[in-house]
């Protein structure tokens, strides 16, 4: 090969290196972006559970009209807080 065709060979290989370089960025960037909307789905998920949660058991104590509804009102909280996956075996509840 002659020089011209050499220095065009290597300015393609050049490029060809770069262009690698910018695939490689952006599959990572996308990645990125998949894991933040995937957390960012997880915590709206989360925040909802926890609204839905605090809205049960806000209704079970309105709906309380003797001492021996009470037991609506834990078992209220705790289908919340399996709903919300939180573990509360051997907890107490202060009222």
Request: proline residues 2%; contains cysteine.
């Given at each position: 090969?002659?020089?011209?065709?050499?220095?065009?060979?290597?300015?393609?290989?050049?490029?060809?290196?770069?262009?690698?370089?910018?695939?490689?960025?952006?599959?990572?960037?996308a990645?990125?972006?998949?894991?933040?909307q995937?957390?960012?789905?997880?915590?709206?998920?989360?925040?909802?559970?926890?609204?839905?949660?605090?809205?049960?058991?806000?209704?079970?104590?309105w709906?309380?009209?003797?001492?021996?509804?009470?037991?609506?009102?834990?078992?209220?909280?705790?289908?919340?807080?399996?709903?919300?996956?939180?573990?509360?075996?051997?907890?107490?509840?202060?009222i």
């Open positions: 090969m002659s020089e011209p065709q050499d220095q065009a060979a290597q300015e393609v290989g050049a490029q060809l290196i770069r262009l690698r370089q910018e695939v490689a960025e952006l599959k990572a960037e990645s990125r972006c998949q894991a933040a995937e957390r960012e789905k997880a915590d709206h998920e989360l925040r909802e559970r926890q609204q839905q949660a605090r809205y049960r058991v806000r209704e079970q104590v709906r309380m009209r003797r001492v021996a509804d009470i037991t609506l009102v834990l078992a209220a909280v705790s289908d919340s807080l399996r709903a919300m996956g939180v573990p509360f075996m051997y907890c107490g509840v202060n």
